[in-house]
């Protein structure tokens, strides 16, 4: 398929996913009110440390900020394919999509925006009213370009994550059961890509390697955009680690799901 038949295609699914989506509004609700509540519990854990003296290196307005955009970023560069595609390969349902001329990908790519539109209608406005209870300690005072990185970033964040998956799903061609290894990829993740506690926070001999790792560039680095004081060392590393980690991501996705492919057997395979 051509690329512009492959956006039509999307086009489309999104359409149809708002639709299906729609019937679950309230599900979606609540599931939005259980993002906020882990980045609200946090900041209010880590300001009560600060505000009894503890010594951080970072200040309230940076751990405010960075916990009130939390919610947004996070659920802007989520994914959730893998658990999907490994039914579809342990159950036989992508040999509906090997008769097709579109990639099962499509309809994965597709979901994740159609989704992300619902979640982001519920999200936005709990996220307005926690910014405007601690408005005196927000600072998003970023220039026009960090906010360009910003974006970029997150595009960035959102290819690797997805490929991610794409790899964990993929397994599934030779694992019956991809599940642990989806579960300790997700608490990996959180540690990593700094969800649980800023990346700032951690110990001063790991920094090094937080800086450089993968999930650091599937969340925190774009928080870090906005909320951190990144020298143009820093900036101009992490740019450039934003861009190489989903190209390198994407090609070891195509990789193993092309090998994927070629062991697949089931029904209509």
């Keep these: 398929m051509t690329t512009a038949q492959s956006l039509r295609v999307i086009r489309r699914l999104i359409v149809i996913d708002l639709s299906t989506a729609m019937i679950y509004r309230i599900e979606f609700v609540l599931f939005m009110v259980s993002t906020i509540v882990g980045p609200v519990i946090s900041l209010l854990i880590w300001r009560a440390a600060l505000a009894n003296g503890a010594s951080l290196p970072v200040d309230a307005e940076y751990l405010t900020t960075y916990f009130v955009l939390l919610g947004v970023v996070s659920m802007l560069?989520?994914?959730?394919?893998?658990?999907?595609?490994?039914?579809?390969?342990?159950?036989?349902?992508?040999?509906?999509?090997?008769?097709?001329?579109?990639?099962?990908?499509?309809?994965?790519?597709?979901?994740?925006?159609?989704?992300?539109?619902?979640?982001?209608v519920a999200l936005v406005p709990m996220i307005a009213v926690i910014w405007w209870l601690v408005r005196d300690t927000v600072d998003v005072t970023a220039t026009w370009w960090e906010w360009a990185f910003f974006a970029v970033s997150i595009l960035g964040?959102?290819?690797?994550?997805?490929?991610?998956?794409?790899m964990v799903g993929a397994l599934a061609f030779w694992i019956d059961d991809i599940g642990g290894i989806d579960y300790a990829r997700g608490i990996l993740s959180v540690i990593l890509r700094g969800q649980l506690v800023p990346l700032a926070l951690m110990p001063?001999?790991?920094?090094?390697?937080?800086?450089?790792?993968p999930f650091r560039f599937t969340l925190s680095f774009s928080l870090e955009l906005i909320v951190g004081d990144l020298s143009r060392a820093e900036l101009?590393?992490?740019m450039i680690l934003q861009l190489?980690?989903?190209?390198?991501?994407?090609?070891?996705?195509?990789?193993?799901?092309?090998?994927?492919?070629?062991?697949y057997s089931a029904v209509g395979a």
Excluded: C
């Design 77 to 120: 560069t989520s994914s959730w394919s893998s658990g999907f595609l490994a039914e579809s390969i342990r159950l036989g349902q992508l040999s509906i999509w090997i008769a097709r001329p579109g990639s099962t990908h499509l309809n994965g790519i597709a979901n994740n925006i159609s989704e992300k539109l619902i979640k982001a």
């Design 244 to 263: 190489v980690y989903p190209a390198l991501f994407v090609v070891a996705a195509r990789w193993l799901w092309r090998r994927g492919i070629r062991a």
């Design 157 to 166: 964040a959102v290819v690797t994550v997805f490929a991610m998956d794409v």
């Design 236 to 238: 101009a590393t992490g």
């Design 204 to 213: 001063a001999w790991a920094q090094e390697f937080v800086a450089i790792q």
